[in-house]
């Protein structure tokens, strides 16, 4: 073989092999993308502890399985206990809010929440309103969201950082007169008493509620307090913008319901500007039918997507 034939064999040789290993490369480099089949595993993992009502062995079960996966995700994990009396036995019961903190020297934050107890019973069941209650939407629905978002926050772009926030006793609640939001009053609570004080050296831009999300008939219309409140509305409008971007016909641009959730104590209390993303047209809230079959990846995977796109938008 001649030495220009040797030569030209050899760029040959190194285009291919360029061409086998670039794909690769740029794979490699791919940020995550949200998985709502990943999700809706977490949603069946979390819905086979049982109920999980606030300071039951099933709670405490799930805490540790959450902080474990988000510590193997790179995640600085700490919990925020308190405790109350119940009403009803005056026995103390331990609560604990889970808090996931995600490239924590950025100052600038973002708050991602979302509730994880069941109500202690299925009030609005027809059949037996004092059955079991798994709570798969009305509970594991935000859990498994925010369990996959997990993936992409470590090359989560920009000077943003986020927390994700995990509320206990969002509805602790067997009769009528008890309280609801017990674990986001109280985290509200101390971030302002923290934020008078001086003593927190982060600040929260916004948060975002994310409950009941895998609905299989999944319609996300804009909560109506959400939309009122003027810092708030340009949360809703960002996402919503997104959702239309990527053309999620899932998030239904009008507002519909107003919703009493998480996202009052926080803005209302800790001052934090916080929209609620909720189907509130679930068929079977607060039913012995909220289970895993009336949920679908499809639904996980549209609230993860839009909210996955819209935190890697922020700057």
């Not at 079960?61 to 109350?84: D, E, N």
């Amino acid at each position: 073989m001649s030495g220009l034939h040797r030569m030209h064999s050899h760029m040959i040789a190194a285009a291919l092999l360029a061409a086998v290993a670039l794909p690769a490369v740029s794979r490699a480099e791919e940020p995550p993308a949200f998985s709502g089949l990943q999700a809706f595993a977490h949603l069946e993992a979390i819905s086979g502890l049982g109920p999980r009502t606030s300071g039951s062995p099933a709670m405490v079960k799930q805490r540790a399985l959450l902080a474990a996966h988000f510590r193997a995700a790179g995640g600085a994990v700490h919990g925020q206990a308190f405790q109350i009396r119940d009403r009803r036995t005056a026995a103390p019961v331990h609560m604990e809010n889970l808090i996931v903190e995600w490239h924590p020297d950025r100052r600038d934050r973002v708050l991602i929440g979302a509730h994880y107890d069941t109500r202690p019973f299925p009030d609005r069941d027809p059949v037996d309103p004092k059955g079991v209650f798994i709570g798969a939407n009305d509970g594991a629905s935000g859990v498994a969201l925010l369990m996959e978002l997990a993936r992409a926050m470590p090359s989560l772009p920009g000077p943003v950082g986020v927390d994700f926030v995990l509320f206990d006793a969002e509805e602790y609640v067997v009769e009528k007169r008890d309280p609801y939001f017990l674990g986001s009053t109280f985290f509200a609570r101390q971030y302002a008493a923290e934020q008078q004080a001086g003593r927190q050296q982060h600040r929260y831009r916004c948060g975002v509620i994310v409950d009941m999300v895998a609905d299989r008939d999944l319609q996300i219309w804009q909560e109506q307090q959400s939309v009122t409140w003027p810092d708030t509305s340009p949360i809703v409008d960002a996402i919503w913008a997104v959702a239309a971007h990527r053309n999620v016909r899932q998030f239904v641009p009008r507002p519909k319901y107003t919703v009493e959730d998480d996202h009052v104590p926080l803005r209302m209390i800790g001052k934090i500007p916080t929209c609620d993303i909720i189907d509130f047209d679930y068929p079977h809230w607060h039913t012995m039918q909220d289970t895993p079959r009336q949920c679908a990846p499809e639904s996980l995977e549209a609230v993860g997507g839009v909210l996955l796109e819209w935190l890697r938008g922020l700057e």
